[in-house]
Structure formats: C-alpha cells, structure tokens
C-alpha cells in the first residue's frame, strides 16, 4: 500500500513539474518536448505490442504517418474541418491494422517482422513517389492545429494526449483482455487451451495500438506543419525500438522513461551529429548487456539495494 501511495506522488509531482515547465523553459524546449511527447506515445503503443504482446511489428511507425497523411490529405483535398479529418484519419488507421492483423498475426517472430516490414516499405514509397497526391519527397503541407508556431499550446496538448494515452493502455493492460495478451505472449499454446482465442486478440491489440499512432500521427501532422515520408524511414521505428528497449520493455513508465530521456539527450548532443549515434549505440549495448530490462530494471534494483539497507539498520538497532 504504501508503495502504491509513494508511485501515485510520485506521478502527481512529475504531471505538475510538466504543467508549469513551460514557464521555466524556451519555446524552443518546448518544441522539443512536444516532439518527444510524440514519440512517447509511439513507443508506449508499441510497447503494448512489442512488449505486453510479444508481437514485434516493423510497421508501428507507419501508422502514425497514415495517420499524418490521412488527415492532411482530407482538409486540403476534401476541405474536410479538424474535428472530422483526424477522427477519419483514427479510424482508417484501425481499419488498416484490422486488415493487416487478419492477413499476417497468424505467424510471428521472424515472419511477422519481415511482413510488417515490407508492408511499411510499400506505404512509404507510395507517399514518396505520387508527387501530385501526396507531395512526394517535398512532402504535404498541414494546416495547424491551433493555427499559430507558438510551441506553448502543442506542448500542453500533447502533453494531455500522452497522459491519456498511456492511462488507455494500462486500463487495458489491467483488464482480462491484458491478462489474456500476456498468456498469449508467456505460452500460446496453454492459452489456447484454456479458451483464448489468440488470433482475435492479437489483432485486437494490433488495432488499438495501431490507432493510437494513427491518432499521435494526425495531430503530429498538424502540430509540425509538413508532412514528409520521412515519418516512414526505418530509422524511426528503430528508435522507437530503442526508446522502449532503454526504458524498459513491458512496463508503463519504461517507454516514457526511455523516449524522454533519449530524446532530450539527443538534442543537447545535435551539434555532435557523429557523437551522438555512438553515444546511443553504446547505451543500448551497455543496457541490453547489463539491464535486459532497460532503466527501469536498474530503478528496481537501487529500490531493492535501498529496501536491504533499510532492514540492515533496522536489524542493528533492534540488536542495540
């Protein structure tokens, strides 16, 4: 109890640090807080697949550039208003994943990477290459949200929307659906044979998570300004990977914790452009070879360490 009691201030200190860091900070920071907002919830979706599912997709990123393209796409074609074009562009996100989830969740491992992979492959090169549709390599632009540059609005809204998304997934995580999602990746077979119907729910969470970088992506669009098919390159989703693999697979506060701290390292290293890619590589490999379970693996165990300590002074001074 008293644990729960200590993680509940603690996220109640860290959502008001976030609330009035805008205050204390440039607009430039607050650009960059809002792009890793983004990314936060990127790699908190796919952790729901990748992690709580076992079920590694190399299209994750893709969806959120669906749904960038998608809502941009109806406002300058179609003179579509916001409030109809990004919850179209959710919902095509959604139908898309369902789609893609029948034809290739029935593998997995090896197989279900290198389709996904080829999938998101496909959808980049059409964006990259239909110039009159899409803008091609020049890219699209997107009408802003709150039709201003001033970062302050996007931050907070962005902000708002990782809070909410992140409480979605552990609401569904905490749920049977999460229950069954974790049997399905612990041991496919004996989930089978209590009743699970591992395909429905595999697809299921490949639409959900699916839908929320749809969503990040359509509001992305229209928070950046340009649309580009360089939200598809390979590059992002590994570093979505590496955002979800330095903060910790298959917990909530890792891909926070990884996407974050990666992010703002990254940028106080931009001008060392060459520094800063071997600085990230050589994390990952200290990470993966010391901490399989990422950052928040080494906040356990200086909490066990702290929690030792603790009895150690207690059983001394009981012997006093």
Known sequence: MKLLNLKILGLIIVIAVALVLPLAISDYWQYVLTVAFFYTIMAASWNLLGGYTGQFSLAHHTFGMIGAYTSSLLMAKAGAAFWISIPAAIVFTMVLSLILGIVCLRVHGLYLALITWAFAEVIRNYFRLHY????????????????????????????????????????????????????????????????????????????????????????????????????????????????????????LAGPVIGALSVRITMEFLREQSEIRIIILSALVIIIMRFFNGGLMELVRRIRKWIGKEQESVSAYQQQG
């Open 132 to 251: 009159a549709f899409t803008g091609g390599d020049r890219g699209l632009d997107a009408p802003l949200l709150f039709g201003t540059l001033q970062p302050t609005p996007y931050y907070y809204f962005f902000l708002g929307l990782t809070v909410l998304s992140i409480a979605l997934i552990a609401v569904l995580m905490h749920s049977r659906i999460g229950y069954y999602l974790r049997s399905i990746r612990d041991d496919a077979i004996a989930a089978r044979s209590m009743g699970v119907n591992i395909v429905r729910y595999k697809v299921l969470a490949f639409i959900v998570a699916s839908g929320i970088a749809g969503m990040a992506g359509a509001f992305y669009g229209h928070t950046i300004g340009l649309i580009s098919p360089v939200l598809g390159d390979f590059n992002e989703m590994a570093m979505i990977i590496i955002f979800v693999v330095i903060g910790g697979m298959r917990t």
